[in-house]
Nanobody, 123 residues
């Protein structure tokens, strides 16, 4: 069994920073592409940033220059550094990972979601 455990959310003022973490724990062989999504209140879930196993990154236009996605492959940890936060960044943030999970049938590719962490930014 594999779980994605998120942490680092909170309430901040506009212009401040937060760093989200996502730990992939359990029967993990490897973690491939990881993506952070966010879902503002009453709106759809949107892609924020993605990072491959090799470290290639991509960002939604609305966070370019402010957010940085990174990872520590040795620890199966992923991060989202969020700077200059604005009220429009208020949302529940989720990590999503493509995981090679160790099973009794060998390694199996599966997709997992974290439980979500709330980020609230006030003006």
């Amino acid at each position: 069994q594999v779980q994605l455990v998120e942490s680092g959310g909170g309430s901040v003022q506009a212009g401040e920073s937060l760093r989200l973490s996502c730990a992939v724990v359990g029967s993990v062989d490897s973690v491939n592409t990881v993506t952070w999504f966010r879902q503002p209140p009453g709106k759809q879930r949107d892609l924020v940033a993605t990072i491959t196993f090799g470290g290639s990154t991509d960002y939604a236009d609305f966070v370019k220059g402010r957010f940085t996605i990174s990872r520590d492959n040795d620890k199966n940890m992923m991060f989202l550094q969020m700077n200059n936060l604005q009220p429009d960044d208020t949302a529940v943030y989720y990590c999503n990972a493509h995981v090679m999970e160790i099973t009794d049938k060998g390694s199996v590719s599966r997709i997992y979601w974290g439980q979500g962490t709330q980020v609230t930014v006030s003006a």
